[in-house]
């Protein structure tokens, strides 16, 4: 009687140590219906449903293993077994476990050979934050932007850092195109039960290319309960696409409103510094090809902001200096490229002098908040005053070539760890802060489309952040 006694108050300690990690949905789900059965030298033997015994054993075996180590230190494992059965051998225990679909994936795609410039930097955190902490940092996370930003990049770098980092980790890896060939498959060969444990039951779920949902009825339905099973079961679930949630009109409403439920977060285009900074990396990767910065900088400033074209053209110069034994030179650069990705310079000529400056933001920036520009320079500290000189401080850094101490400069001479200051400030808000996610993007997104300026409101004037 002791012994059932001493076991039913360490199962309720882990029991309310689950309560506290998961949400509700989460617990009910998958650890209510958990019981313990009997401690075994230092292995406590739970009971678990034939059905949910493996995946909760995959998926949550180490926080149960935690969990019964907090409540009782002499537990060193925790050992599932399916009702009615005795305890497995050990060894057997990860029998079963289903392989994830990351072999597939390229190895060059991970967060070292991501390049990171403006467009992308908060994209890259986002990426960055939910791989260190998978399920739990923003989910789903949707990476949108057009078409050679480097979506697909970080997705994949997700997948190779939780597979690195845990080993055990189910992850699947796909693009909408295989998801809907894997769909109709399994309806016209009658095995809807596999597919959905395929994408239903894994750590990580990554989906590429959302946009080709559109449209598409059934499917979207089917991936709409995929994405509700998946995050309601803790796992991690990131998705690419070409644009916003927002503006997929043929979505179905339900999965378009749950998507924009999670962090959307866009990627603009490489500007030419980030260009070139791609370039070298690429360059890096053969040690034999030696390209200078004229050189990279010639051919990034005929090349577009694709990052597949950028690679394409660099590998159409290497090939054709080692294929004619020639050099490779600015003039080679011009004689191999420009017939073949001419007509670009006006355009990148433009994007340099179309560099908004800090004039034009500080203005913008002003008139949201119905602020004079003239106050961004005075000593005033009042809190909506400060939050939105700190967004012009932000935007300034994200969206010119200036140097921390111009930038100061211009907001009252200030010092330049002020404007340091406020750009982690800002960068760390976008993170957690929704509507100055949404603030900043809008007026970063009248910089790059070169929309004229809205009025706004006055009762919905943005107002500074609780604890800004």
């Given at each position: 009687?002791?012994g059932?006694?001493?076991?039913?108050?360490?199962?309720?300690?882990?029991?309310e140590?689950?309560?506290?990690?998961?949400?509700?949905?989460?617990?009910e789900?998958?650890?209510?219906?958990?019981?313990?059965?009997?401690?075994?030298?230092?292995?406590?033997?739970?009971?678990?449903?034939p059905?949910?015994?493996?995946?909760?054993?995959?998926?949550?075996?180490?926080?149960?293993?935690?969990?019964a180590?907090?409540?009782?230190?002499?537990?060193?494992?925790?050992?599932?077994?399916?009702?009615?059965?005795r305890?497995?051998?050990?060894?057997?225990?990860?029998?079963?476990?289903?392989?994830?679909?990351?072999?597939?994936?390229?190895i060059?795609?991970?967060f070292?050979?991501?390049?990171i410039?403006?467009?992308?930097?908060?994209?890259?955190?986002?990426?960055?934050?939910?791989?260190e902490?998978?399920?739990?940092?923003?989910?789903?996370?949707?990476?949108f932007?057009?078409?050679?930003?480097?979506?697909?990049?970080l997705?994949?770098?997700?997948g190779t850092?939780?597979?690195?980092?845990?080993?055990?980790?189910?992850?699947?890896?796909?693009?909408?195109?295989?998801?809907t060939?894997?769909?109709?498959?399994?309806?016209r060969?009658?095995?809807?039960?596999?597919?959905k444990?395929?994408?239903?039951?894994?750590?990580?779920?990554l989906l590429?290319?959302?946009?080709?949902?559109?449209?598409?009825?059934?499917?979207?339905?089917?991936?709409?309960?995929?994405?509700?099973?998946?995050?309601?079961?803790?796992?991690?679930?990131?998705?690419?696409?070409?644009?916003?949630?927002?503006?997929?009109?043929?979505?179905?409403?339900?999965?378009?409103?749950?998507l924009?439920?999670?962090?959307?977060?866009?990627?603009?285009?490489?500007?030419?510094?980030?260009?070139?900074?791609?370039?070298?990396?690429?360059?890096?990767?053969?040690?034999?090809?030696?390209?200078?910065g004229?050189?990279?900088?010639?051919v990034?400033?005929k090349?577009?902001?694709?990052?597949?074209?950028?690679?394409?053209a660099?590998?159409?110069?290497?090939a054709?200096?080692?294929l004619?034994?020639?050099?490779?030179?600015?003039?080679?650069?011009?004689?191999?490229?420009t017939?073949?990705?001419?007509?670009?310079e006006?355009?990148?000529?433009?994007?340099r002098?179309?560099?908004?400056t800090?004039?034009?933001?500080?203005?913008?920036?002003?008139?949201a908040?119905?602020?004079?520009?003239t106050?961004?320079?005075?000593p005033?500290?009042?809190?909506?005053?400060?939050?939105a000189r700190?967004?012009?401080?932000?935007?300034?850094?994200?969206?010119?070539?200036?140097?921390?101490?111009?930038?100061a400069?211009?907001?009252?001479?200030?010092?330049?760890?002020?404007?340091?200051?406020?750009?982690?400030?800002?960068?760390?808000?976008?993170?957690?802060?929704?509507?100055?996610?949404?603030?900043?993007?809008?007026?970063?997104?009248?910089?790059?489309?070169?929309?004229q300026?809205?009025?706004?409101?006055?009762?919905k004037?943005p107002?500074?952040?609780p604890?800004?």
């Open positions: 009687m002791e059932d006694r001493n076991l039913e108050e360490t199962w309720a300690r882990i029991q140590h689950l309560r506290a990690t998961f949400s509700d949905s989460v617990y789900a998958w650890f209510s219906a958990l019981r313990p059965v009997e401690v075994r030298g230092n292995a406590l033997v739970v009971e678990a449903p059905r949910t015994r493996d995946w909760v054993g995959r998926r949550f075996g180490s926080v149960l293993t935690a969990a180590g907090g409540a009782d230190p002499s537990l060193r494992r925790v050992e599932l077994v399916a009702e009615g059965q305890l497995e051998p050990t060894h057997d225990r990860d029998a079963g476990r289903h392989a994830d679909s990351l072999p597939s994936l390229r060059k795609h991970s070292s050979t991501f390049v410039g403006p467009g992308s930097r908060f994209a890259h955190a986002a990426a960055l934050a939910v791989a902490m998978p399920g739990q940092a923003y989910n789903p996370l949707i990476l932007g057009p078409a050679g930003v480097g979506k697909t990049h997705l994949q770098a997700i850092y939780v597979r690195d980092n845990d080993p055990a980790a189910s992850i699947h890896y796909a693009t909408v195109e295989t998801f060939n894997n769909f109709t498959s399994a309806l060969t009658d095995t809807i039960h596999s597919f444990r395929t994408y239903r039951q894994c750590d990580l779920l590429d290319d959302v946009q080709f949902l559109d449209g598409k009825t059934r499917t979207a339905e089917e991936f709409f309960h995929t994405l509700d099973c998946a995050t309601t079961a803790g796992a991690q679930v990131v998705l690419t696409v070409d644009r916003h949630p927002s503006k997929l009109p043929l979505l179905e409403s339900r999965l378009r409103e749950r924009q439920g999670g962090l959307a977060v866009d990627i603009h285009p490489a500007d030419r510094l980030t260009r070139i900074a791609i370039l070298r990396k690429l360059a890096a990767q053969n040690p034999s090809l030696e390209l200078d004229d050189i990279l900088n010639s990034a400033s090349i577009g902001p694709n990052v597949h074209v950028l690679a394409g660099l590998t159409r110069l290497t054709y200096a080692s004619t034994g020639s050099k490779v030179t600015i003039s080679l650069v011009e004689e191999v490229l017939n073949l990705y001419g007509g670009n006006d355009q990148h000529r433009h994007e002098s179309s560099q908004p800090v004039n034009q933001i500080q203005t913008k920036a002003a008139a908040f119905d602020l004079d520009q106050q961004f320079i005075s005033g500290r009042g809190r909506r005053l400060v939050y700190q967004i012009a401080m932000y935007l300034c850094r994200e969206l010119t070539t200036l140097s921390l101490p111009a930038i400069d211009q907001f009252g001479g200030r010092d330049h760890t002020t404007v340091l200051h406020a750009h982690r400030k800002i960068k760390n808000l976008i993170l957690t802060d929704e509507s100055t996610r949404e603030l900043v993007s809008s007026l970063a997104t009248s910089f790059t489309h070169a929309r300026p809205t009025s706004q409101d006055p009762q004037l107002q500074a952040p604890g800004q």
